[in-house]
């Protein structure tokens, strides 16, 4: 599956070059990873972001989020962001933050 390389350069500009963060190929599009975890990607015209368990409620309740399901299987702490919801660049700063700020939380892999 290709990515909406548009968005990539998006999430590029916003994440600037940093040594801790790096892009590697998953679920068939392109990830941005923060010491070693994702913290936010593209799949198609759509950005994913990890966003943790205890954040996923809160994260669907906002406009254009649903749940990231690549297997036929939702996962708990991810979600999926629909391209029309991230017209506002102010938008995807919030959610390239939000899956920052997860990753961060993390051990460094």
């Known amino acids: 599956m290709a990515y909406d390389e548009g968005l990539a350069q998006r999430i590029r500009?916003?994440?600037?070059?940093q040594d801790h963060i790096t892009e590697k190929r998953m679920f068939g599009g392109l990830s941005f990873?923060?010491?070693g975890n994702m913290a936010v990607g593209v799949v198609g015209d759509e950005l994913i972001v990890r966003v943790g368990p205890a954040s996923t409620e809160?994260?669907?309740?906002?406009?254009g989020a649903r749940a990231f399901d690549f297997s036929g299987r939702p996962m708990r702490g991810w979600v999926t962001v629909a391209a029309s919801a991230l017209a506002e660049e102010a938008a995807l700063l919030a959610w390239i933050e939000e899956g920052l700020g997860y990753a961060l939380g993390l051990p460094p892999k």
């Open 13 to 17: 500009g916003r994440l600037g070059a």
């Open 58 to 63: 809160a994260a669907l309740a906002r406009p």
């Open 33 to 35: 990873l923060c010491h």
